[in-house]
């Protein structure tokens, strides 16, 4: 069955510190991958993809992830967290082919001053 | 423009009561999903509809759930003789065609079972 992994239920971080939430999904078949971002009391908001090309991307707020194919991983990075940053953040997989999203389990980041 | 809209954003009632919930999709997105999101949970998939083809329905829990989408955009979640296991954020999506075609949410509904 298809899964994804979020490995760390909860990150904190001081502010202006660089920040990783790592994400592993577990087929190397051809995959979409997304990363969304849920604030209190909201619904998901995506905040970046992959679909092909560039394995690196970027979201507007400074947010960027990596496909690596060989260790099917998509860890998002961003190099100094703000206060606002302070959210769950959901890694998710489509097979190509299929269609549904396969969700993480979630990472709460909180940044701390 | 107008995002996907769920209502209504909290119910609260009692157990054994059956209770609707509504979701008015993106204009001219074909696909549609219900998630069930249960404190400190990720995402448990629910039900997917995709243009007038039959539902998915391999993530409805019991037979007390069920979902219909009618004329392709508005979809009703109805959960019948509610236990208090129920009580989570069911959250809806939509998109346009196309697997690799980003999901957009709602603000959901916090459904809360005495």
């Known amino acids: 069955a298809q899964s994804v992994t979020q490995l760390d239920s909860q990150v904190p971080v001081f502010e202006e510190a660089p920040v990783e939430l790592r994400c592993n999904y577990s087929?190397?078949?051809?995959?979409?991958l997304f990363w969304y971002v849920q604030y209190p009391n909201q619904g998901l908001q995506l905040l970046l993809k992959?679909?092909?090309?560039?394995?690196l991307v970027e979201s507007i707020n400074g947010f960027e992830a990596e496909f690596n194919k060989s260790q099917t991983s998509f860890h998002l990075r961003k190099p100094s967290v703000h206060i606002s940053d302070t959210a769950e953040y959901f890694c998710?997989?489509?097979?190509?082919?299929?269609?549904?999203?396969?969700f993480g389990t979630g990472t709460q980041l909180k940044v701390e001053l | 423009g107008a995002g996907v809209s769920q209502s209504p954003s909290n119910k609260v009632t009692e157990k054994g009561k059956d209770v609707e919930l509504r979701c008015d999709p993106i204009?001219?997105?074909?696909?549609l999903y219900w998630y069930r999101q249960s404190l400190g949970q990720g995402l448990e998939f629910l039900i997917y509809?995709?243009?007038?083809?039959?539902?998915?329905k391999s993530g409805l829990p019991s037979d007390r759930f069920s979902a219909e989408r009618t004329g392709g955009s508005v979809s009703t979640l109805t959960i019948q003789r509610t236990q208090q296991e129920d009580s989570a954020v069911y959250l809806c999506?939509?998109?346009?065609?196309?697997?690799?075609?980003?999901?957009?949410f709602g603000d959901g509904t916090r459904l809360s079972i005495l």
């Open positions: 204009s001219g997105h074909t696909a």
């Open positions: 509809f995709q243009g007038n083809s039959a539902p998915d």
């Open positions: 998710a997989v489509a097979y190509k082919g299929g269609n549904k999203l396969t």
């Open positions: 087929s190397s078949v051809s995959v979409y």
């Open positions: 992959y679909l092909s090309g560039s394995t």
């Open positions: 999506a939509s998109r346009p065609d196309g697997i690799n075609q980003p999901q957009h």
